[in-house]
């Protein structure tokens, strides 16, 4: 077995890596670079391997730094079965078809500017048509269920307990009557997460790829996110400001949703009007309506008391610019829910140049924050931040939620890794301080072997 450490292996976005085995060539992810504009194309827009040598693509989840490049994968041809759970499936038809009318959007915006200075015109990434190639070679599978790759080598699909349907995959090489099993654990879930159920313990692992995003960070206990999140509203409606959240669409958005609506079922906090600014985190939604069995008890308990936990009186979900336009406007006191996450394009920039300047409203982080994006630079204090290329002063209150989570912190990855005990790891998906100081306290401990492997590197196992 070979193993392409191809993307995500010293950043957090842009997942990608190849497992060969015996001519069989397997890419798990194939995730979407985010960063500077410019070196996102160029990554994004170049495979490093040869597009038509695939047999097979396996997709651990539906976050787009895991399957946003997909339909490039289309694009240069592929027709291969591309195999993930259930959920994951249903997810990324979804996600891929915003992502790609995100691409044509840019890329018609972008000429309109090109166009009059007589520059070569934008060709976006991929277009819907190549979304919908890719949606239609989807396999959707159950956990715990093992899908032949060829004679040689085989996937297994694990819960994650990281977001609906995300999976840890195990990869089963065999030869001459041996086997060799490669797992990865990339992303990594925590326990006690709302909504999701916790992460399943992986079994007779000879290698592990395992993520660092929090390798040398803890967050709060997943316990306390309801007790924060209801202090930042509180706090905020006591002044009479609006709660903005930028929030992922997947996943980040049900949370909130489903914390709320236990807030308001015990009585914690009156119902306030909530609006859910993101036609896809509206989609999602239904979704997670439908995929009962991929929840906790907590969920199930919860629906069976008070009906769609998704769908309530006091939710709305957003669907015209219109309705868009006349929440910003508003000043009355609610709570929006609008994506980006990291504060990069979408509605939630028309919310945040509205009401960033004042005082009397709270942008509540609820998710990590990749470096170079305006949702870090809030997080980081930044009193003058730039929006649709305009300058605003924030004067509005800046919370991070520290319990808002859906990957293992340090403790968490030590905790999986001790349990599981392979034989050797691989340290992927993290910036690089992190990823160094999560080697170093493996090394510390010695459980096992620990390798940081370079970007574009091929181990041999």
């Given amino acids: 077995m070979k193993l392409h450490f191809l993307g995500g292996v010293e950043t957090v976005t842009g997942s990608q890596h190849l497992v060969e085995v015996d001519g069989t060539m397997v890419l798990r992810d194939c995730g979407l670079y985010q960063g500077r ?82 520059f070569e015109p934008v060709v976006p990434l991929y277009t819907v048509n190549d979304a919908e190639d890719a949606i239609r070679l989807f396999r959707g599978h159950l956990y715990g269920e093992t899908v032949d790759l060829s004679p040689a080598m085989s996937v297994t699909f694990i819960n994650a307990g990281h977001i609906l349907g995300a999976a840890l995959t195990t990869f089963t090489a065999r030869e001459n009557g041996g086997e060799l099993r490669v797992a990865f654990a990339v992303d990594l879930g925590r326990h006690n997460l709302p909504l999701i159920q916790d992460p399943e313990i992986l079994r007779d692992i000879d290698a592990m790829v ?84 991929y929840l906790d008890e907590d969920f199930i308990r919860l629906r069976d008391k008070i009906g769609r936990v998704m769908h309530q009186k006091w939710l709305k979900y957003t669907s015209s610019v219109e309705e868009s336009k006349a929440i910003t406007a508003s000043d009355k006191p ?70 808002f989570s859906a990957h293992a912190d340090r403790n968490d990855l030590l905790e999986y890794i001790r349990q599981v005990r392979p034989r050797k790891i691989f340290l992927v998906h993290g910036e690089p301080e992190q990823r160094a100081a999560l080697a170093e306290t493996l090394g510390k401990e010695n459980i096992c072997e620990v390798s940081t492997p370079a970007q574009g590197e091929i181990v041999s196992l």
Wanted: aromatic content about 6%.
């Fill in 210 to 293: 395992v993520e660092s995003t929090y390798g040398d960070r803890l967050h709060d206990d997943a316990d306390k996110e309801e007790d924060q999140l209801a202090g930042a509203v509180e706090k905020t409606f006591r002044r009479g400001g609006k709660v903005i959240i930028p929030s992922f669409a997947l996943e980040r958005a049900q949370e909130v949703i489903y914390l709320l609506a236990s807030l308001f079922d015990s009585g914690r906090l009156p119902p306030i009007p909530v609006y859910v600014d993101s036609p896809m985190a509206a989609a999602i939604s239904a979704v997670f309506e439908k995929s009962a069995s």
């Fill in 334 to 403: 609610c709570i929006v829910i609008s994506a980006s996450g990291m504060c990069e394009h979408g509605r939630i920039l028309h919310h945040l140049k509205h009401g960033i300047e004042n005082p009397k409203n709270t942008i509540v982080i609820v998710g990590f924050q990749a470096r170079n994006t305006l949702g870090r630079r809030l997080l980081d204090g930044a009193t003058d931040v730039r929006i649709f290329g305009d300058w605003f002063k924030r004067q509005a209150e800046v919370i991070a939620l520290n319990a």
């Fill in 37 to 118: 504009r410019k070196e996102a194309r160029e990554i994004n827009s170049r495979f490093p391997f040869d597009v038509s040598s695939l047999d097979a693509v396996v997709v651990s989840h539906a976050h787009i730094d895991h399957c946003g490049n997909v339909p490039s994968l289309a694009r240069g041809g592929y027709r291969g079965p591309i195999h993930a759970t259930t959920a994951t499936a249903a997810l990324c038809e979804i996600m891929l078809r915003d992502a790609a009318n995100i691409q044509e959007q840019d890329a018609a915006y972008l000429n309109q500017k090109t166009n009059r200075k007589g």
